[in-house]
C-alpha cells in the first residue's frame, strides 16, 4: 500500500532541500520524523509537514499501521523561478532568481 504527498511552489531552492531529503529516504516513518524534528534545517520544517501529510493520507487509505510505514520516496523538483532585478553601479542590473520547489514524499507498507 502506498501514499503520497506533494506541496507545491514552497519558496525553498530545490538544491537545500534535497539535502534534508537525502536524510529521511529508505527509513522508517517514526525514524525520519524523528530525524526531521532535529534537523536545524529550513527544508526540514517543510519536509515535516508533507511527511505528516503522506502518514495522515496513508492512514486515511487503509488498515495500516504507523510502525509497518517506510518512506519510499522522496523526491524534490524545480517550480518556477521569480526574476528581480538588483540596481548596480553605472546603470547596470544584476538578475536575482527567486527559485521554488515541488516537494514530493511517498510511503509504502515495509515488505515482510
Not at 18 to 25: C, G, H, K, M, S
Amino acid at each position: 500500500m502506498r501514499a503520497r504527498a506533494i506541496q507545491r511552489f514552497v519558496r525553498i531552492t530545490p538544491r537545500k532541500c534535497n539535502q534534508v531529503l537525502e536524510l529521511i529516504r529508505g527509513q522508517s516513518v517514526e525514524e525520519a520524523q524523528s530525524t526531521l524534528q532535529f534537523t536545524p534545517k529550513l527544508g526540514a520544517r517543510i519536509v515535516q509537514k508533507v511527511l505528516k501529510s503522506a502518514v495522515a493520507n496513508a492512514l486515511q487509505e487503509g488498515k495500516v499501521r504507523l510502525e509497518d510505514l517506510i518512506v519510499e520516496e522522496a523526491v524534490v523538483g524545480a517550480g518556477p523561478t521569480m526574476k528581480r532585478w538588483l540596481p548596480r553601479a553605472q546603470g547596470r542590473a544584476t538578475p536575482i532568481l527567486k527559485r521554488m520547489s515541488h516537494v514530493s514524499v511517498t510511503v509504502a507498507t515495509r515488505e515482510s
